[in-house]
Nanobody, 117 residues
Framework: QVHLVESGGGLVQPGGSLTLSCGAS????????MGWYRQVPGKQRELVAT???????TYADFVKGRFAIFRVNAESTVYLRMNSLKSEDTAVYYC???????????WGQGTQVTISS
């Protein structure tokens, strides 16, 4: 069965850190561009970071220097390390996987990240 499962969300104080993980199953993980998106109520889902099958990384401007995306193909897992968290980072974070051919686009169920003192 094909799916993506996120974990690692939670409540963190401002300035804190959190690492999200997304495990994939049922796909040839190394042939996928993996990404993290986030969404707050009433707003569109927005890109946070992506990493291609050839390890090219992109980041949204609002997370550059604070977040890092990396993948472990042997584990079929993509991670998002988040540092210096701000209240505006509060959102549901979604994992996304797109096959290199572009014909498969997968989403996880999301994990809540709340930044609050």
């Amino acid at each position: 069965q094909v799916h993506l499962v996120e974990s690692g969300g939670g409540l963190v104080q401002p300035g804190g850190s959190l690492t999200l993980s997304c495990g994939a199953s049922g796909i040839s993980f190394s042939d996928y561009t993996m990404g993290w998106y986030r969404q707050v109520p009433g707003k569109q889902r927005e890109l946070v970071a992506t990493i291609t099958s050839t390890w090219t990384k992109t980041y949204a401007d609002f997370v550059k220097g604070r977040f890092a995306i990396f993948r472990v193909n042997a584990e079929s897992t993509v991670y998002l390390r988040m540092n210096s968290l701000k209240s505006e980072d509060t959102a549901v974070y979604y994992c996304n996987g797109v096959s290199d051919g572009g014909n498969v686009n997968l989403w996880g169920q999301g994990t809540q990240v709340t930044i609050s003192s």
